[in-house]
Structures are given as C-alpha cells and as structure tokens.
C-alpha cells in the first residue's frame, strides 16, 4: 500500500482536470447542454481493472458533480473485441471505446480528417503471451500449418499486430504475415477453454491478464512469446479513445471522463486488495482474490493514463500496410489534455 502522500499526488490530476475544465467553461460563459449519459464500452480481463472500478465505485458521476454535473449517468457494455466496439463508436452507439493499440491505430487512421477518433488515454502497460500448449513447439518456426492461435481479432488486434512483429523478427521482414493463416479469433475465455480441452486444433492462445497467467497454472502449457520482449520493453496494452465531435460537443463530460479514470488509477494503486476484490464481484470471476491481487501488484502489469511504446506499433502497421496515414508521433493520436505526460 503506497503512502498517504503519494496517494494525494496521484490524486492530483483528476482535480486540476475538473478544476481547469471548470473555470474555462465558467469563464467563456458557456452554456450548452452535454449529455446527460455517457455510453463506455470495455472488454475481458484484469487490464480493464481503471474502468472495472470507474464503474463500480461511480468515480465518473463524483468527477461530473464536482464539475458543476449534478445528475450524469453511466451505462456500460463489454465486447469481445476492438473492432466491434469501433463500429458502435462511429454508428453513434457508444460514446467511449476501449481496446487494444492495434483497433485504436486502425480507426485512427480511417478516420483522420473525418470523425477523428482519437485516443483519450492509456489504460496500463502490460505484456502479453502467446502460450501453447505442444511442448515440441518451442519457437515460432516449430509451429505447423495445422496448429491454430486464437486471438481476438485476426489481423487488428494488438495480438494480430504483436504477432507479425514477431514473425517480422524470426523469418524476415517481408515475411511477417506468415503465420496469419493459424490465427483465429475468440474471445479470451473461449480461447482458453480450448486449448485447455486439449481436445482443440488451437494449440495457442495470444491472451492477456488474467487468463495468460491461468493458462500457465496448468504444466502442460507455456510461454511461446512475450510482447515485451518484441517491443523491447514495457509497452501499452490498452487505451481508450472516442470522437473528436463528443469531446468538442461536451467538454465538461469528457474531463470529467478524463478525471475519472485517474481517480481509478489512484484507487488501484492505494488498494490493490479491494482493486481485486471489485474485479472479481464485477466479472463474476472464481480466481482467487490473493491470485488476482497478485497480478495486480505485479512490477510487469502498471496502470497508467500514460502511453508507452506505441509508435513502435504505428511504425510497423504503417509499413506493411495495415493503417494508411503515419503518425509522426504518438501525440497525432492522442488528443491534447495528456500531451504533457512523457509518453512513446
């Protein structure tokens, strides 16, 4: 449990956020209406935990009423993968999207010049394995045309990507697609359950927290890759993003939005053993409360607004293609109100 003191400084940006958000609109004489619901969609997994408790200890409603936002209300969704969260963001069905690097760069780029879809903040930084569940396979080149690797989502998600890369890495740049004809797409719970069955042509499972760590709980299983090693080091999982028009059209809301999710960075920090508890009543998980607070406290997995090695994805998913427009640095897709945090 960190210090009373390093708690208030952790604290800190939330109210200078509202506070400076507050005082502008107050200012201007500003008096439009924002929303009066704010529509969040998340998905599965411990990496989610900044939202998990957003939602649960109703840190978005505390961060509208000190803004002057008497009656905001929350409901919230959970998708199995980015890609369709992003089709809910732009058919105006969600206001706030959460997902990998990968889907974030994606609808980045498709949208840039149009709806400008762009990142809010980072959710954590965290590695992600790719275990299998052959031991004769013990690098990516042992793998079969017959053995399949479930992932979220073939080819966007941050799986997909970190995959390439490393196939980019083992076989030669040009050959970086190679092993894409395996990959499948599942949700993680699904994927783990096959390829546990042992009974499944998918032998593999690119995951993340939590269910990387179950996965390796089981001796017959193990690590094949691990994403901090193809980035070169720690490196954003997830992010949240929205459009540019709800962020013009409600300034309160999304820097109350913005407040709030570093309040849950606080919380998590402050108390990772009611951080796990919360995950485990939310997601209805059996995991034990000592097994999850254990990843929680774990120096790999940190939880922060800040981006870290994310132009290292764009960089790649430019050059083979995969997102049309290259960013020249990680701020192009981030909009302005975390410019000052020394992300990459």
Do not use: C
């Not at 209300?73 to 199995?80: A, C, D, E, I, N």
């Not at 402050?270 to 508890?277: C, G, I, L, W």
């Amino acid at each position: 449990m960190i210090a009373r003191a390093a708690i208030r400084r952790y604290a800190r940006p939330a109210a200078v956020i509202v506070a400076a958000a507050t005082l502008f609109f107050d200012a201007a004489g500003a008096s439009r209406a924002e929303v009066s619901e704010v529509r969040i969609a998340q998905q599965y997994g411990i990496s989610y935990l900044p939202l998990t408790v957003m939602n649960h200890e109703k840190l978005l409603e505390a961060a509208a009423k000190r803004a002057g936002i008497a009656d905001l209300k929350s409901s919230w969704k959970q998708f199995g993968a980015g890609n369709a969260m992003n089709e809910a963001l732009l058919s105006g069905n969600l206001d706030f999207a959460s997902g990998g690097v990968g889907p974030l760069l994606t609808i980045w780029s498709k949208t840039k010049g149009r709806q400008d879809v762009k990142a809010v903040a980072a959710l954590n930084s965290m590695p992600l394995y790719l275990n299998v569940i052959k031991p004769e396979i013990k690098t990516l080149k042992d793998l079969k045309p017959e053995d399949k690797i479930a992932l979220p989502a073939v080819k966007v998600s941050i799986q997909a990507v970190t995959l390439e890369m490393a196939a980019a890495q083992a076989f030669g740049e040009e050959h970086y697609n190679k092993l894409d004809p395996l990959t499948v797409s599942m949700k993680h719970p699904d994927a783990m359950a096959a390829m546990l069955s042992g009974h499944s042509e998918i032998i593999g499972h690119f995951g993340s927290p939590p269910f990387q760590y179950q996965e390796l709980e089981d001796k017959r299983v193990h690590r094949l890759v691990n994403s901090y090693d193809v980035l070169g080091g720690p490196a954003t999982f997830n992010v949240v993003w929205t459009l540019k028009k709800f962020r013009d059209d409600n300034p309160k809301v999304y820097a109350a939005f913005l407040a709030a999710l570093e309040d849950a960075m606080a919380f998590i920090k402050k108390d990772p053993h009611r951080a796990a508890q919360i995950y485990i009543g939310m997601e209805h998980s059996k995991l034990p409360v000592d097994f999850v607070e254990k990843m929680i406290r774990d120096p790999e997995n940190v939880f922060t607004t800040t981006p870290q090695r994310m132009m290292k994805y764009a960089e790649f998913m430019h050059k083979i293609g995969a997102i049309e427009n290259k960013p020249m640095a990680w701020t192009d897709f981030f909009f302005p109100d975390i410019h000052g945090a020394k992300g990459s």
